[in-house]
């Protein structure tokens, strides 16, 4: 009998709608690197979004319209290398799903073809609509992405929450269910009233992945660097710090560098020896003998 251990078991869009029949909760985070992406994976985690937000938390925007396509397969690729079990999803960066529908669908393919991702997200809802059917007709599994939408946040006059009048929160739903009937696997609610996001899930068969949307929502994603807490900035209400790393990190570098001034570090145990009959014959032939 074999007592190697058993396979892992890849995540798959089948489990999202399984876990939501089952009334279980999915679990999703952003990842940006290889590393960070290992760590996901490993803990077990449901989905890792590789977020345009990269362009916020990583690459210094003030919003996410800068990055292109070619930061997103980049930093996909890393991350790819990094998780073997997640649901990966590449987030379809602004203008490459917008203008033209076959252009949406070729960069959607780049996502999967090039970048090892399993899915895209982009935002939108009834305006999208020709977008997501043609990318779920070219075989791509589509994540939705309705409330607050990033990538239309000057249309949207900044990051405010989305669906606090009875007739935004209408449209929302209305959202939702054309895009589970053009084939979305899920659909993201970013910065949407409780209340709403609570009864736009119990209308759907698919699963929604609420982020500053309450608890009524199918799963959750948060993005790494706010859950870390690697940042001394604004954090949105809704986010839940479950580490301080900014300031565990701001002392580790102070006491390098006050170890490195004081002669401290590097330590003997931190250097490699030569033995004392290879050092002599090397003074040797440099004529230091």
Known sequence: MSNSPAPIKKVTTAVFRSKKKRGEQLTMLTAYDYLTARAVDQAGIDSILVGDSLGMVVLG????????????LHHCRAVSRGASRSLLIGDMPFLSYQAETGDAVRNAGRFLQEAGMDAVKLEGGRERLDAV??????????LGHLGLTPQSVHQLGGFKA???????AK????DALLLEEAGCFGIVLESVPARIASYISSRL???TIGIGAGGGCDGQVLVIHDLLGMYDRFTPKFVKKYAELHGEISQALLAYKQEVERGVFPAQEHTFTIPDGEWEQFLEQVGES
Do not use: C, F, H
């Open 61 to 72: 925007y003030s919003n996410t319209l800068p990055v292109t396509m070619g930061d997103m």
């Open 133 to 142: 059917r043609a990318i779920i007709g070219a075989g791509i599994p589509v």
């Open 162 to 168: 989305q669906g606090k009048t009875a007739g935004a």
């Open 171 to 174: 449209r929302i739903l209305e």
């Open 205 to 207: 068969t698919i699963p």
